[in-house]
């Protein structure tokens, strides 16, 4: 039978939310699941917060409703708390630690809450949650800009996607430039092992029915 | 989608292709699968994808693609390709449709030959624009037939056939999207590609195209006679379905995104067997028949529309003379809000309530919910960094504090430069609509405003509405400063090409108008232009213009940001970035650079106390050096700059 699964990617303008979502769509369409994506953009250059919904299997609006989103991926920390409220309880939330401080912060008009503040907050809302610096392995991996791909491993790495990792691989093989690729895909993988590898328990069955 | 994939797929000729597409790049599959040979818009999001992806595949179609000077311009353009009988399509945001609307109103009475289609892209809310008004009244005023898709492959299918249906009624059609449909992405079914008539032909008639006095009066009647042949061909469409079951005590009438919302809450709130649907898909002529037998076969009816209650007060007209028939619900009636974006959220709950349905909430999830979004700090919107904007209105700022705090009145206009007035510059008053900053200025000084009075503009929004009232502004003397802030592109739309530019929407290299010229040829008497990234510069010739006794120009110009990174990326170089010294930052006490300047790359570093750039955001422009009297920003030089 086939489910449904909401995945919510968030991040700041020019993190490569949109990348990251279309990477998803592509290799749905390619393994024949239908798949809406609701990108929020138009500032993407200019700093300020992005939001890229997908919707796998059977939906009418490209928009996830608040609370149902099934993974919520943060490519940017105090993004996460904004739209955890898509997050369902208990949902997969994937966080890079990295911040990048809004303007409001850097001319003190606002304060950013510690990492330690951002997880205790979210685990009151879900105990599968996994805050790493993804931009480090990106670093490692030859290009702090694919911090997005990172990421999209650790989404893979919970084993919640409707598709195999092969089919991801080929997707990023098709999108991504050629001189490109090979940070991308180590990213990729340092972002897959990493959640494999602190994976507390097994996937929740709630979102694992497709 | 990388992009020469999006293009192979807007020239795939293989019809029963699937592919993942938005709902904007569907459209211009449409075009394409039309055969429209004409395609013209002025940038607005959310409509702005359409033309761009034209763009990158017209010369190999022959298409003649064109972002106009404006609205009204691109829909006359498009238009007299209508007339001489080939397909063309115009596209445009919500509020580009006031520009236009002169056209739009006139041409329903001359009709056209060939399709024409007007895309808009309508912003519920108003999140990208000054305003969220409804197109749908447009079609109405101007009573031309519009359709309405709610999702990529709808788009593609109701486009195409507004082609046709252009033809057949020999009327232009609407298409409009709304926000989240327009920036939807879904899986879409190609359909062949038409071989549409390639070359025009001017058949002169002045009976139908010298449009006034009794012309316009009897093609008034003959436009009334065409949306009567409209209303007849609704019943062959096969659009606005109705799924209505005997013993549906509920009915919802929804178009456009907001059908979207209102099928899932159905789904999920397992309403299924309850509820019936009208889905309109002609938001003019609306499909009266159908509205009338939702009407008179259930109980309650709710309007789900965006954003006002057009089709609630014409069900509402229809109920007259029914003998028996639903209690209507929607905006009127308080059961959907009257304003703003409609959410799931807000149908569900509407929907729940008029169905009995308790929608249950966990207290503690609540809870925790209010909590983190207690926790959680704003992030707005700012100019990028290496921004010449921000030169210009630091020089701008700089000139104000010299005057006394707020005393240069500060017009605004539509663009980045709006971006000034958020903090930390804070130096833009107002914002109305494309091209308003000059004749406003103008006018506060015929009001006898006892304050230097500047009128800031970009470049692609001067040449779009800012001449015309420059002209007006020297005609009647208006002493005023016009500060044209040109960053050579349309930005913040995405770096669409404007006449300034030299480049067309294909590409390709053409007549580079010049604003100076244009300016000079005006009759402006006091004009100079500066480096946007020279602070000094651009504060002197605003002051010298402020003392010139009539109308002034200051051209403070500078390569957008973001055009400087994309040449560098393609040169594979990267920008040298700047350093600050922390032994020489003076720390939380000054923060001249963060509290008053705000570059995005100048950053606090809380361990030091100190300001610090971040190397990868910084752009290499050096404006910040001028910004910090203590000299501790310097550029690296020789071997240090190489890492």
Not at chain 1, 45 to 71: H, T
Request: charged share 20%.
């Amino acid at each position: 039978m086939i489910g449904n699964l909401n995945v919510a990617v968030v991040g700041v303008g020019g993190q490569g939310n949109v990348l990251l979502s279309r990477i998803l769509g592509e290799t749905a369409l390619k393994v024949g699941i239908k798949v809406r994506i609701s990108d929020t953009f138009g500032a993407a250059q200019r700093g300020a917060a992005v939001l890229s919904l997908v919707r796998f299997g059977s939906s009418y609006s490209p928009v996830i409703p608040l609370g149902k989103a099934d993974a919520l991926v943060a490519l940017e920390p105090s993004e996460a708390l904004r739209q955890s409220r898509f997050l369902r309880p208990n949902g997969y939330a994937l966080i890079n630690t990295r911040r990048i401080l809004p303007v409001e912060v850097l001319t003190g008009k606002a304060a950013y809450p510690s990492t330690d503040k951002i997880s205790g907050l979210l685990s009151a809302l879900t105990s599968n949650l996994y805050m790493f610096d993804a931009a480090k392995l990106a670093e490692q991996a030859g290009d702090s800009r694919t911090t997005n791909m990172v990421m999209l491993g650790a989404l893979d790495g919970c084993d919640c996607l409707p598709f195999e990792t092969e089919a991801i691989k080929e997707t990023i093989m098709d999108l991504v430039p050629e001189k490109m690729l090979d940070s991308n895909l180590k990213s990729f993988e340092l972002g897959r092992s990493y959640l494999q590898n602190h994976r507390k328990m097994e996937p929740d069955l709630g979102i694992a029915l497709l | 989608m990388a992009k020469s994939s999006l293009e192979q797929m807007l020239l795939s000729p293989d019809a029963g292709q699937s592919a993942l597409l938005m709902t904007n790049h569907a459209i211009a599959r449409a075009a394409i699968e039309a055969g429209a040979r004409i395609v013209t818009g002025y940038p607005g999001t959310p409509s702005s994808e359409i033309i761009e992806s034209i763009g990158s595949v017209a010369d190999s179609l022959g298409i003649h693609v064109e972002w106009a000077v404006n609205e009204k311009v691109a829909l006359e353009v498009a238009s007299a390709g209508a007339i001489a009988g080939i397909r063309a399509m115009t596209v445009m945001k919500h509020v580009g449709l006031n520009v236009a609307s002169d056209i739009l109103m006139v041409l329903g009475l001359s009709g056209v030959n060939g399709g024409m289609v007007i895309v808009v892209g309508d912003d519920p809310g108003g999140w990208v624009s000054q305003n969220e008004q409804d197109s749908r009244l447009y079609a109405r005023m101007a009573d031309v037939p519009m359709f309405e898709p709610s999702n990529p492959q709808e788009a593609l299918r109701m486009t195409v056939q507004a082609f046709e249906v252009s033809e057949r009624v020999q009327l232009p059609v609407i298409v409009r999207t709304t926000l989240k449909v327009s920036h939807g992405s879904g899986i879409v079914t190609f359909g062949p590609i038409a071989n549409s008539k390639k070359r025009g032909e001017y058949v002169k008639d002045v009976n139908r195209y010298y449009v006034a006095d009794v012309v316009a009066q009897s093609r008034h009647e003959w436009q009334h006679q065409q949306m009567k042949k409209m209303r007849s061909l609704l019943r062959s469409l096969k659009l606005n379905p109705l799924t209505l079951k005997k013993g549906q005590s509920i009915g919802i009438v929804s178009s456009g995104g907001a059908y979207n919302f209102a099928a899932e809450s159905i789904r999920n709130l397992d309403l299924q067997d309850r509820v019936a649907m009208l889905k309109v898909e002609t938001s003019h002529p609306l499909p009266d028949d159908k509205m009338r037998r939702i009407l008179t076969k259930t109980r309650e009816v709710l309007v789900v529309e965006e954003t006002e209650p057009v089709m609630e007060d014409h069900l509402r007209m229809l109920t007259y003379g029914l003998k028996r028939h639903a209690v209507i619900h929607g905006k009127r009636t308080g059961a959907l809000p009257g304003t703003n974006e409609l959410t799931y959220e807000i149908v569900a709950s509407s929907l729940a309530k008029l169905a009995g349905i308790h929608i249950r909430r966990n207290k503690k999830e609540t809870e925790v919910r209010a909590a983190i979004a207690d926790a959680v700090p704003p992030r707005g919107w700012t100019l990028c960094a290496g921004c010449p904007h921000i030169g210009t209105f630091y020089a701008l700022k700089r000139l104000t504090k010299k005057t006394g705090k707020g005393k240069i009145a500060n017009l605004g206009d539509i663009g980045c430069i709006g971006l000034a007035a958020l903090p930390p510059l804070e130096n833009v008053d107002t914002s109305f609509c494309m091209g308003s900053s000059i004749a406003q200025a103008a006018g506060l000084a015929y009001a006898g405003v006892d304050m230097p009075i500047v009128a800031s503009i970009g470049d692609s929004t001067f040449f779009h509405s800012g001449i015309a009232p420059l002209i007006d502004a020297v005609a009647n003397d208006a002493h005023i400063c016009v500060l044209i802030c040109d960053n050579e592109t349309t930005a913040m739309t995405g770096h669409q090409p404007h006449p300034g530019t030299g480049i067309t929407a294909s590409g390709k290299s053409t007549k580079k108008i010049r604003i100076e010229d244009v300016v000079r040829a005006v009759g402006v008497e006091f004009l100079e232009i500066t480096d946007a990234f020279n602070v000094t510069e651009t504060y002197r010739a605003i002051e010298r213009a402020l003392k010139h006794p009539g109308p002034s120009v200051v051209i403070a110009r500078g390569p957008c940001a973001e055009l400087t990174r994309r040449q560098a990326r393609r040169l594979g170089t990267k920008p040298r970035a700047y350093v600050i010294h922390s032994e020489k930052c003076k720390g939380y006490d000054c923060r001249v650079c963060l509290r008053e300047f705000g570059c995005p790359a100048i950053l606090w570093d809380n361990d030091l106390q100190k300001a610090t750039i971040d190397s990868t955001l910084c752009n290499g422009c050096g404006l910040c050096t001028q910004v910090c009297v203590f000299q501790a920003i310097t550029q690296p030089v020789g071997a240090d700059a190489l890492q």
